[in-house]
């Protein structure tokens, strides 16, 4: 049961899911294409196959990112079953940041009253 708590609760699942959300979140303002006014207008961000596959990111984002950070004492035990723990450690950490992600904008939404951009009349 410890080895379970030491795999979930450490901070380098934090680490990983944190950098995961603001990666992604750098990648989508990078790859948008707003004019003067800040109006969204288009770019990579807003393509459909882009978007079709925003969901993949956090989990693809993470699984690199694990690989970056040092692991848990857990995994590091595995010895040469490590790779797949790490993938697998990934999978988690991206789960926890879209998770997490969802949790904040709901928070800011509701409590601060911050209104989002919507995908409403944009071109792309």
Known sequence: MEQ?????????????????????????SILTKRDEAGKIIGGIAQNKWFKAFLPV???VISVLLAFAVPMPDVIVELGKKGIMARV?????????????????????ENVFNIKFDSDQGVSG
């Open 4 to 28: 379970i708590k030491a795999f979930f609760i450490n901070w380098q699942a934090l680490a990983i899911a944190c950098g995961s959300f603001v990666m992604l979140g750098l990648l989508r």
């Open 57 to 59: 990111y956090p989990y």
């Open 88 to 108: 697998l450690f990934g999978l988690y950490a991206g789960w926890l940041s879209g998770y997490s992600f969802q949790v904040i904008k709901k928070i800011l």
